[in-house]
C-alpha cells in the first residue's frame, strides 16, 4: 500500500527508467514522487565538456518524467552533507537513491545512512550502474582481484549464476508535486565557452538513443567487434561510454542484450569484457583509494617525470608532428570522444616520449571526455604508464608511426582530422617529415615538425623507467 509521504529521488548518474532501482520503489511506494538533482559546481569545474552532456541530460529527462506525473528539481548546493543535514529535518518524506561506486560517493552513503536511520526516515539506497556490487568479487583468501583475467572469470560466472532480481518498473504517480525552492535552470550549467556547439550535432544525450545505438551496434558490428575496434578509421566501436557514464542505459541491460543475441560470435564476448574493464576498475579504486591521486604502484613515486609546458600544450593541441597522435587530439576535442586505440597511443606518447606525468592526461582527458569516470580514466592512464595494477609493461612503448601504419594504414582516420595531410599520400602518411619536394606542402609551415625523435625518445623512455 502507498503511503501519504513524499518519496524523494536523489538523481545522480540514472538519467533512465529502465533498471532505476531507487525511482522503481520511490514510485512503488509513494503517489506523488519528486526527483532532484544536486549540482555541485565543484565537482564540474575540471570537467568542462560533461557539463553540457549533463544539462542536455536533465532537460531530456525532465521531459521523460513529465510522463510520469514527476517533476525533477535542480538544486545547486556546495555541500552534500549541509544539504542533507537540512534536509532530514522536514517531516513527512523518504529518500531513495543508487549507489554511485566511487570512494567519496559510497563514504557519503554510509553517512547518510547513519543519519537517516537515527532520524526515522524511511530510506532505500539501491544497487546502481553496475553487474556485481564491488565488494561480491574477491579471491579464495577475501582480498581483492589484483589481475583482471582471473578478476573477470569469477565475475562473468558469478553474474551469470546469480538469481535475478524481479523486474522492478517505474509507475506513473497519482500528481505531479513540486517540493523544493530556488531551483535552477539546467541550461545555467553549460560551460561559458561555446567550443562544445560541435557535440550537438553528434549526440543526443537520453535514453532513448542509448538503446538505440545499443541495438544498432549489435544488429551491425558487434560481430566484427573483435577486429574492428583497433581501426578508428572505421565504426567499429559501440559509442555508448558516454550513455553508460550518465547511467541513460544500465550495464545489465547491455548484457542481457547482447545475451540474447541467437548467433553467438568472439565480437560479444570481447564486447562484454570491456563491461568487465569497467567493473574491475570500479574494484580497483574502491579496494586501493590512493590511486585516484597517486601511482597504484608506489615505485613509480620516485619516476623522474619532466615538466615541459611547451610539448604538453604540443600534446593537447594536436600539433606534436605525429599523424595518429595529433588526430587523436582533436577528435577528442572536437567531438568529446576518442578512439580507444587511439587513447592508448597517445596516453603512452604523452607519458613515454614526453615523460610527462600520466596525471597531466588524466586531467585533459577529465576536462575533454563527455564519458569521464573517475574509475576508468584513472585506471587506463595507470595501465598505460606502467603504474596500474595489472598494467602494460614498462617497456611497451608504442611507436606511434607504426601504429598509425597499421590501424589508420591509408590515413584516412588521420586526414579527417587533419585537413593541412590530406593530399600526403599513404606512403607518408605516417611520416611526413620523410617526404622530399612537395609542391604545396611544406613542413614546419602547414604541419608542425616532430617535437622529439622517436627512437631518441624511446632510448631515453627506458632509460627513465630502470632507474625504477
Not at 154 to 162: F, L, M, P, T
Not at 178 to 192: A, H, M, R, T, V
Not at 366 to 380: F, Q, R, T
Not at 439 to 453: A, C, D, H, Q
Amino acid at each position: 500500500m502507498k503511503n501519504n509521504k513524499i518519496g524523494l529521488f536523489w538523481l545522480r548518474d540514472d538519467f533512465r527508467i529502465t533498471k532505476n532501482y531507487g525511482l522503481a520503489e520511490a514510485t512503488k511506494n509513494h503517489e506523488q514522487v519528486v526527483v532532484f538533482y544536486l549540482y555541485k559546481k565543484s565537482i564540474y569545474e575540471n570537467q568542462e565538456a560533461q557539463k553540457w552532456w549533463l544539462c542536455k541530460s536533465l532537460i531530456n529527462f525532465q521531459k521523460k518524467l513529465n510522463d510520469y506525473n514527476i517533476s525533477l528539481e535542480i538544486l545547486k548546493t556546495e555541500s552534500f552533507k549541509s544539504f542533507f543535514d537540512k534536509l532530514i529535518k522536514k517531516e513527512n518524506i523518504s529518500i531513495y537513491l543508487n549507489k554511485v561506486y566511487e570512494p567519496d560517493y559510497l563514504k557519503f552513503d554510509e553517512y547518510l545512512f547513519k543519519n537517516l536511520t537515527t532520524r526515522n526516515i524511511t530510506f532505500k539506497i539501491c544497487k546502481g550502474n553496475i553487474l556485481n556490487e564491488i565488494n561480491e568479487i574477491k579471491k579464495s583468501d577475501g582480498t581483492p582481484f589484483k589481475v583482471f583475467t582471473p578478476y573477470w572469470r569469477n565475475a562473468e560466472k558469478y553474474y551469470i549464476e546469480k538469481i535475478p532480481p524481479k523486474e522492478k518498473i517505474v509507475k506513473k504517480c497519482l500528481k505531479k508535486k513540486n517540493y523544493f525552492q530556488g531551483c535552477l535552470d539546467p541550461k545555467e550549467i553549460l560551460p561559458k565557452n561555446n567550443w562544445f556547439k560541435n557535440f550537438e550535432k553528434i549526440w543526443s544525450p537520453n535514453e532513448e538513443s542509448a538503446l538505440k545505438e545499443l541495438k544498432n551496434f549489435i544488429k551491425n558490428r558487434i560481430v566484427n567487434y573483435s577486429d574492428n575496434r583497433n581501426f578508428p578509421n572505421i565504426a567499429g566501436t559501440s559509442k555508448l561510454s558516454p550513455f553508460i557514464k550518465f547511467g541513460q542505459i544500465h550495464v545489465e541491460t547491455i548484457w542481457k542484450e547482447c545475451i540474447n543475441v541467437k548467433k553467438k560470435s568472439i565480437g560479444i564476448s570481447k564486447f562484454l569484457t570491456e563491461i568487465g574493464w569497467r567493473e574491475f576498475n570500479h574494484t580497483l579504486i574502491n579496494h586501493f583509494p590512493h590511486m585516484l591521486k597517486n601511482n597504484y604502484s608506489k615505485k613509480f613515486d620516485k619516476f623522474p617525470w619532466e615538466k615541459n609546458a611547451k610539448f604538453l600544450s604540443a600534446w593537447k593541441k594536436g600539433l606534436t608532428g605525429y599523424p595518429i597522435v595529433d588526430a587523436g587530439m582533436r577528435e577528442l576535442y572536437s567531438t568529446g570522444w576518442m578512439h580507444n586505440r587511439v587513447r592508448m597511443i597517445v596516453g603512452s606518447f604523452l607519458v613515454k616520449h614526453l615523460l610527462i606525468n600520466w596525471k597531466d592526461g588524466e586531467e585533459y582527458f577529465k576536462n575533454c571526455l563527455l564519458d569521464y569516470s573517475e574509475a576508468s580514466n584513472v585506471a587506463g592512464w595507470q595501465w598505460v604508464a606502467g603504474s596500474g595494477a595489472d598494467a602494460a609493461p614498462y617497456f611497451r612503448i608504442f611507436n606511434p608511426i607504426l601504429q598509425g601504419e597499421k590501424f589508420d594504414k591509408d590515413g584516412e582516420y588521420v586526414k579527417k582530422w587533419i585537413p593541412e595531410l590530406k593530399n600526403i599520400s599513404k606512403k607518408f602518411i605516417h611520416k611526413p617529415w620523410e617526404l622530399k619536394d612537395e609542391k604545396n606542402f611544406k613542413l614546419g609551415r602547414n604541419y608542425p615538425f616532430p617535437i622529439v625523435k622517436h627512437e631518441e625518445a624511446r632510448a631515453k623512455a627506458l632509460s627513465s623507467f630502470k632507474k625504477i
